[in-house]
């Protein structure tokens, strides 16, 4: 698991997994840090994933116009 990553007076948890497969999530090496996490959990949060129909799904294609997106333990 990632986190606790705040955001505002929230604190937010996600697998690595899926922060890492997320699109516009990247990792630093140098500091074994991923960015743009909170990014990612928001955008995740209005989500539905294209094989189980739940909501807060992270993996999708890195092609702006591919519109599925899944959960990682769902591809």
Not at 20 to 42: I, L
Not at 49 to 60: D, H
Request: proline content about 4%; aromatic content about 8%.
């Amino acid at each position: 698991m990632l986190g606790p990553v705040h955001r505002g007076g929230q604190k937010i948890h996600m697998h690595d997994v899926c922060a890492m497969w997320a699109r516009k999530v990247f990792h630093e090496p140098d500091t074994d840090q991923r960015h743009k996490v909170v990014r990612a959990y928001t955008r995740s949060r209005g989500l539905l994933c294209s094989a189980c129909q739940s909501n807060v799904a992270t993996v999708s294609c890195f092609m702006e116009h591919f519109p599925n997106v899944n959960h990682y333990c769902c591809l």
